[in-house]
């Protein structure tokens, strides 16, 4: 195992470097393994392990590592320039690797533990997680670090310089999990802005909406939350471009309407969309403290919650009360399901699918909320929606419950909407 290992950014920008971090470095070259420390200041450290009796190896900024290879091998850390994503770079080279990046704190936390004292350091999360978390600045990772992870499938850790510990980062980890919230984060500082049309025409406002949307991006506006109704576009913008949206709508004549002091509440986890009742638990457990919900969307692993600020530090609580250190969801909602590696737990028992039951559910978690034809649903499974598929397609939709579904004749997960499609159930 070769130990790649990187810095957080407060470490590097605050040049810290403490006996911690030398502990760190010493741990795993007594362990045996290769160590080849990636940050941007290569030659203090090599300094600052000196100065407490290690010996290291400083290499070019364009080196190849096989003629460094048998001081590696020998115990001797090797020191490079480069940041966090220079570090996933370098691990992807190696036949087997992981990068370790050090921060000052916890890895990832299951919240703000200055908001939440009853927040714990998440052990395991996946790529995805890990992406969305960095999108959100609530990880210890830049997003373009992390997407390189993803892409070239580098397991790296995130740890605590001081405690040694933290979170394992890889694509199987929401196995490792009992619960399908990773992590409950807040962003503040956004407006939230709702713009509909003057006149009922149907054709106009279709093309006013799709200049609007062009003006904000031509005037540096980023949109967040952005969803079409008929008759109104709903959005949220950082707290100091609002002004600017709403002129922008009121040059292309249209009504708007904007709500300041915004705080963007996110609850992240792999199992949101294969977990069944996450929704219901979410919006049941801000009702209880009478918390308002102005607008919601969610994604892959994200369901992002526009509430007013004041209210944002109640809601993580609430959310990490009936997520984290709450309750598990009940017996009947326990269906899990890695889209990637297409594994599915039910009840905690493993179920093995074929290709196309794989296939057929990804497509229906991948949809889940909305009626998908059955067509369109054959044609991913067949590349074609003929007679012969549609029936097909109804023998996998019928093999598929007798595998997830309590009761098969009477499912929860997978509906059929007469005359319409399939409907797989949150």
């Known amino acids: 195992m070769v130990n790649v290992v990187t810095f ?15 502990a760190r470095i010493a741990d ?33 900024d364009h080196f190849t590592i096989g003629a460094f290879d048998e001081p590696a091998r020998s115990g001797i850390p090797l020191l490079v320039g480069g940041g966090q994503e ?13 990068v370790i990046v050090y921060a000052d704190a916890h890895g990832v936390m299951s919240a ?3 908001r939440v004292p009853a927040a714990t350091p998440v052990e395991f ?20 670090a992390a997407e390189r992870a993803r892409a070239l499938g580098v397991p790296y850790e995130i740890r605590s310089i001081v405690e040694n510990r933290g979170t394992i980062v890889r694509d199987d980890a929401f196995e490792e ?21 003057v006149h009922d025409d149907g054709d106009r406002w279709r093309r006013q909406r799709t200049q609007m949307v062009e003006q904000l991006a031509a005037r540096g506006v980023s949109l967040e939350m952005l969803q079409f109704f008929p008759k109104r576009m709903r959005f949220t913008v950082d707290a100091d471009r609002v002004d600017l949206a709403q002129d922008i709508a009121a040059e292309l004549s249209l009504h708007s309407h904007a709500t300041t002091h915004c705080a963007k509440v996110c609850v992240v986890g792999s199992g949101i969309r294969s977990t069944v009742g996450v929704f219901c638990k979410v919006f049941a457990a801000l009702r209880e403290r009478d918390i308002t919900v102005l607008h919601f969307t969610d994604s892959n692993v994200t369901i992002s919650l526009l509430l007013q600020e004041h209210e944002a530090a109640a809601a993580e609580q609430a959310l990490h009360e ?14 899990l399901f890695d889209l990637n590696l297409r594994r599915l737990r039910v009840n905690g028992r493993e179920v093995r699918l074929g290709v196309r039951q794989a296939m057929l559910l990804k497509v ?9 034809r059955a067509e369109e649903v054959a044609r991913c499974l067949f590349n074609t929606d003929g007679k012969d598929e549609l029936a097909a397609l109804r023998v996998h939709v019928h093999n598929l419950r007798k595998k997830i579904e309590e009761d098969p004749a009477d499912p929860r997960y997978v509906l059929t909407i007469p005359n319409q499609g399939y409907l797989f159930v949150r």
């Open 364 to 372: 229906l978690i991948d949809n889940v909320g909305r009626v998908v």
């Open 177 to 197: 999990r009992s619960k399908p919230v990773t992590s409950i984060t807040i962003s503040t500082g956004a407006a939230f802005v709702s713009v509909r049309p």
């Open 125 to 144: 999360a996946s790529y995805m997680e890990l992406m969305e978390l960095a999108d959100l600045r609530a990880g210890a990772l830049p997003p373009v």
């Open 112 to 114: 703000d533990p200055e």
């Open 86 to 98: 220079e570090a996933m770079a370098l691990a992807a080279t190696f036949e087997s690797a992981r």
């Open 322 to 335: 009936a997520f984290v250190t709450g309750s598990t969801l009940p017996a009947a909602a326990s269906i």
């Open 8 to 22: 957080g950014s407060p470490v590097v920008q605050s040049a810290r470097l403490t006996d911690a971090i030398v």
């Open 28 to 60: 795993l070259r007594d362990g045996g393994a290769m160590v080849i420390v990636v940050c941007a200041s290569p030659a203090v450290v090599a300094d600052a392990l000196a100065q407490r009796g290690y010996a290291s190896m400083l290499l070019p």
